[in-house]
Nanobody, 125 residues
């Protein structure tokens, strides 16, 4: 199963992008979803996650947190999870990946069962 991420691009600092991830071939409404990102030369890091029913949402808790700028959501009728990114900063530049898993939100990538191919987000200053 290959998740299909899209919506990345080149944006100036302060701008907005909305990433989408379509999940074919799975019972999407039963999977918890996560967004990760990997900047050049850095390890992949958790960005945000959402439970199968949208009942719980998590954001990464690290320096220069995305919370307050990024919003995760999902539409189970469309088998799609979204990441709305506002007030983008150059440090948000990375390849963004969506991932799916059962059971609970995890902040480590190895806990996820299925991944998308990634979509590049580049933020210029």
């Amino acid at each position: 199963v290959q998740l299909q991420a899209s919506g990345g691009g080149l944006m100036q600092a302060g701008g907005s992008l909305r990433l989408s991830c379509v999940v074919p071939g799975l019972t999407f409404s039963t999977y918890d979803m996560g967004w990760f990102r990997q900047a050049p030369g850095k390890e992949r890091e958790f960005v945000s996650g959402i439970r199968w029913n949208g009942g719980s949402i998590y954001y990464a808790d690290y320096a220069d947190s995305v919370q307050g700028r990024f919003t995760i959501s999902r539409d189970n009728a469309k088998n799609t999870v979204y990441l709305q990114m506002n007030n983008l900063k150059p440090e948000d530049t990375a390849v963004y990946y969506c991932a799916a898993k059962f059971g609970a939100i995890a902040t480590v990538g190895r806990a996820y069962d299925y991944w998308g191919q990634g979509t590049q987000v580049t933020v210029s200053s």
